[in-house]
Nanobody, 115 residues
Framework: LQLVESGGGLVQPGGSLTLSCVASGFTLDDYAIGWFRQAPGKEREGVSRINNDGGGTNYADSVKGRFTISRDNAKNTVYLQMNSLQPEDTAVYYC?????????WGQGTQVTVSS
């Protein structure tokens, strides 16, 4: 049972990336999914969250209007579209699945925003 993130990389300021989080060994249908990030020397912080049916989303103030979370339960995948990226968005991005007492973390994908 695992989550696998992909889509990270190096991008210039103002650029865009789309992260994907795919579940293996279980279905995401009943799970709320969150994206978190951790920059060097900082604590992990919540970036965005989507409920199990995609009907409700939340964003950290720092990414509102720039990031969009979505899910495709048929593909067992959650996405994080990131636009207007800035150097302060540089971090390892993790996805997290939560249902009741069950939760899973991915291994993370590195996003680096630099010119």
């Amino acid at each position: 049972l695992q989550l696998v993130e992909s889509g990270g990389g190096l991008v210039q300021p103002g650029g865009s990336l789309t992260l994907s989080c795919v579940a293996s060994g279980f279905t995401l249908d009943d799970y709320a999914i969150g994206w978190f990030r951790q920059a060097p020397g900082k604590e992990r912080e919540g970036v965005s969250r989507i409920n199990n049916d995609g009907g409700g989303t939340n964003y950290a103030d720092s990414v509102k209007g720039r990031f969009t979370i979505s899910r495709d339960n048929a593909k067992n995948t959650v996405y994080l579209q990131m636009n207007s990226l800035q150097p302060e968005d540089t971090a390892v991005y993790y996805c997290h699945a939560l249902k009741g007492w069950a939760d899973y973390w991915g291994q993370g994908t590195q996003v680096t925003v630099s010119s």
